[in-house]
């Protein structure tokens, strides 16, 4: 190997690793504000079918996951271990909510009536039922945003410095802690106020983890 060669193979490892230093990958968690004034009790959701309008204030005292889900799309696999979630810690508090969105990739393109079915018999499909509570699609970004995620936004910084891409942003205005896509998570405590968000890309196993580590604290029940 010649000399001009090893000097160059030097420099091309100490490029890499330079730029593997000053790489910033998104975290897939934050935790929310100290300071967060109001609880999610303030708000309230009507069911998927419309029947029933749900204040937030009867899940008082429980752990509560909100989520902004969709039928089609590839994160779709998450419903199922979502199931296994709640069934899982139902008997420590946990309550599991579901809210759908059409905002991301239109992955949630039917009305409310052809949610389920869709879930049933096409994604995740083989008779997948939700065991947790699902209210009606609406939007968690922008002008029309369902006002207990505009208080879920305020109240967490997102895990990620990068809004996406402009061609999948369809909302008006954009905020910098506006939700990125389907199945981004938030944890709320048994005192209504939230605790921690996660990125769409984070496992629900690593949700599960963190949760269970939550829980060992004095402060979460």
């Known amino acids: 190997m010649t000399a001009q060669l090893r000097a160059s193979l030097l420099a091309l490892v100490l490029l890499i690793g330079f730029l593997q230093t000053r790489a910033r990958p998104d975290r ?64 420590v508090g946990l309550v599991v909510l579901g809210f759908p969105c059409n905002q991301f990739g239109k992955q949630e393109p039917g009305d409310n009536s052809e949610i389920l079915p869709g879930l049933k018999h096409v994604r995740p499909g083989r008779g997948y039922v939700p065991n947790f509570q699902l209210f009606e699609k609406g939007d968690v970004n922008g002008e029309k945003e369902q006002k ?9 910084p997102h895990p990620s410095e990068v809004l996406g891409s402009s061609r999948h942003i369809s909302w008006d ?42 829980l060992k604290q004095p402060n979460s029940k």
């Open 28 to 91: 897939t968690r934050m935790n929310c504000y100290k300071d967060v004034k109001g609880t999610i009790y303030d708000y309230e959701a009507l069911t998927l079918n419309g029947n029933e309008l749900i204040q937030f204030k009867q899940y008082a005292g429980k752990l509560i996951l909100l989520v902004n889900v969709a039928t089609y799309c590839g994160l779709t696999a998450q419903y199922p271990e979502l199931n296994a979630l709640q069934e899982e810690l139902m008997p």
């Open 173 to 214: 205005p954009v905020k910098v802690h506006d939700i990125r896509w389907n199945f981004e998570k938030f944890l709320v405590g048994p005192d209504g106020v939230p605790v921690m968000r996660w990125s769409h890309r984070t496992p629900v196993g690593a949700v599960r983890a963190d949760i269970l580590e939550y």
């Open 148 to 156: 207990v995620f505009t208080f879920l936004k305020l109240s967490c």
